[in-house]
């Protein structure tokens, strides 16, 4: 079964469990998720199921909300919920117009280091396994763009807001930067992702994924029987010829291609829609 859907992914449960469980749910062997979520986060989890995974890549899945809550002067090395240290250390307020302040001055291009306690992949592991297996390694630094900010609420010691980012970012360490930026020490209690571009929790509902293909369409003049086959592709039967990656669409399936100095080859062919035919 060919299926593109969101799930929502339950705090202190790893995105692979998760899956898991819909593979279970829906009775299906291939399947895969977009977009990993830290145990300790929840929210929107892309998953497809048969050839859909391959669709991932392509996919229109930035910019990202989450909506988080920091909480101040509890220390964990994790910065969330899983390590708790110390709390409490200073219960001095913060005046709320600093907070809102700082919080828009987030707003542009951050570059910072991923946090350690994180799903980032490092040589085929998850980083937070590494750190808990003992094994020393380093981070690269990433960049991120945040688009907006939205305060939600202050109410000492925690601080909650929504934010938008682009894709790869790691919403703990840009609240370490704020939390630096106030003069104070904190982590995150929650953390929830909201959406991924388009794509938001709507009771796993199944999703036509011409809607969210990053890819243009291509209107194809040529003969249906050519893609079924998969036999080579010719220039003159598209009607955009410049270089790019283009969607070609049919009744029963669909074709991702890429026109590379006037040569058009396939990169996924033959992807059919879940019901047998596009939806209208």
């Not at 763009?145 to 939600?152: A, Q, R």
């Not at 291509?218 to 249906?224: D, E, H, L, S, V």
């Not at 010829?241 to 990169?267: A, T």
Request: proline residues 4%; neutral net charge; charged residues 30%.
């Amino acid at each position: 079964m060919n299926r593109l859907f969101v799930v929502k992914k339950p705090i202190n449960i790893s995105s692979n469990f998760y899956l898991s469980r819909m593979k279970r749910k829906y009775k299906e062997k291939v399947a895969g998720f977009s977009g990993t979520l830290d145990p300790f986060a929840c929210g929107c989890l892309i998953v497809a199921f048969g050839k859909y995974p391959q669709l991932f890549r392509f996919l229109k899945k930035a910019p990202k909300t989450y909506r988080t809550t920091i909480w101040l002067d509890a220390i964990s090395p994790s910065f969330d919920m899983e390590n708790i240290e110390q709390i409490g250390l200073n219960q001095d307020k913060i005046e709320q117009c600093i907070i809102l302040k700082e919080l828009q001055n987030l707003i542009g291009g951050l570059t910072y280091l991923p946090p350690k306690y994180s799903a980032k992949n490092i040589d085929g592991k998850r980083a937070y396994e590494m750190v808990r297996e003992g094994i020393d390694f380093e981070m690269k630094k990433v960049t991120s763009k945040i688009y907006d900010v939205k305060f939600i609420n202050y109410n000492h010691p925690f601080i909650s807001f929504d934010i938008t980012v682009s894709e790869g970012s790691y919403i703990r360490s840009i609240a370490q930067i704020f939390l630096e930026r106030i003069g104070m020490e904190g982590t995150l209690s929650y953390l929830e992702r909201l959406n991924e571009g388009d794509f938001r929790f709507q009771n796993e509902i199944a999703l036509n994924p011409i809607n969210y293909l990053n890819p243009p369409y291509n209107n194809y003049t040529g003969t249906k029987e050519w893609f079924e086959l998969g036999k080579r592709l010719n220039i003159d039967y598209f009607e955009t010829k410049e270089d790019g990656e283009y969607l070609i669409i049919f009744d029963d399936f669909f074709s991702i291609i890429e026109i590379k100095e006037g040569e058009p080859k396939y990169i996924l062919n033959r992807i059919y829609f879940e019901n047998g035919k596009k939806d209208d």
